[in-house]
């Protein structure tokens, strides 16, 4: 199977995403026009983490954002269920493991600090995600969630849903090495809820002080919260 649908069914999106593995970097970096570096390093600022702090970097795919964390001292470890991608950022040097975010293979309030990047979209429960991460954070520990979200320009907004649609599977074709995989992807961004409601969907996974800044025009909203 070439692509997922928004039925997430896990096998499939693994299966997916194992099939982009080989270009996936690359491929990110061409569909944002270069962002995805500035949105990696706004994640780690917000985490606030730095040596003797333990990371779990979930959907970390092939550890790029792991490492990325790494550079403020802290140990971080790459989970990803697409054994595919960890093994294309086999060489990054980071742990991995491979985990479903529904069921993460670590015991309870383990972590200083949990992040996902552009990956709670693909979650196929992603509430009982949200409540595994707060599971194996400790109190007072800190979420990061970036993601895809709404752009807060209404103009701006129609203009990027088209992109999507349109635009982006077709850049896909000329670099991706699963081109049709990102027709699900513009998919699930559209049926992706806005910022307002997953920072509702936070706070009733069991997280606390929940708030979120834009970036690059409500394109990626950053989503903070603590462990109570």
């Not at 996936?24 to 994640?43: E, F, P």
């Amino acid at each position: 199977m070439s692509r997922a649908t928004l039925d997430k069914n896990p096998r499939d999106v693994a299966s997916m995403f194992d099939a982009v593995a080989r270009r996936y970097d690359i491929t990110n970096t061409v569909l944002s026009l270069g962002q995805d570096r500035a949105w990696r390093r706004a994640t780690r600022s917000a985490l606030g983490i730095g040596t003797g702090d333990l990371v779990l970097d979930l959907a970390a795919g092939t550890a790029v954002s792991t490492v990325e964390l790494a550079r403020s001292g802290a140990w971080c470890v790459a989970a990803d269920f697409s054994v595919g991608m960890l093994r294309a950022g086999a060489a990054r040097p980071v742990p991995k493991v491979a985990a479903d975010a529904t069921k993460l293979p670590f015991g309870d309030a383990v972590f200083d600090a949990v992040t996902i990047s552009f990956g709670l979209r693909n979650v196929v429960d992603h509430p009982a995600g949200l409540r595994e991460m707060a599971r194996v954070t400790r109190p007072g520990g800190r979420l990061v969630v970036c993601e895809f979200s709404t752009p807060v320009v209404p103009v701006f907004s129609t203009v990027y849903k088209e992109y999507l649609m349109q635009a982006l599977p077709r850049v896909a074709r000329a670099v991706s090495s699963n081109p049709d995989a990102y027709v699900y992807l513009a998919e699930s961004i559209r049926a992706w809820p806005d910022q307002a409601a997953l920072a509702g969907q936070i706070r009733d996974a069991g997280w606390s002080d929940v708030r979120w800044r834009n970036l690059t025009g409500g394109i990626v909203a950053m989503h903070y919260a603590v462990k109570a």
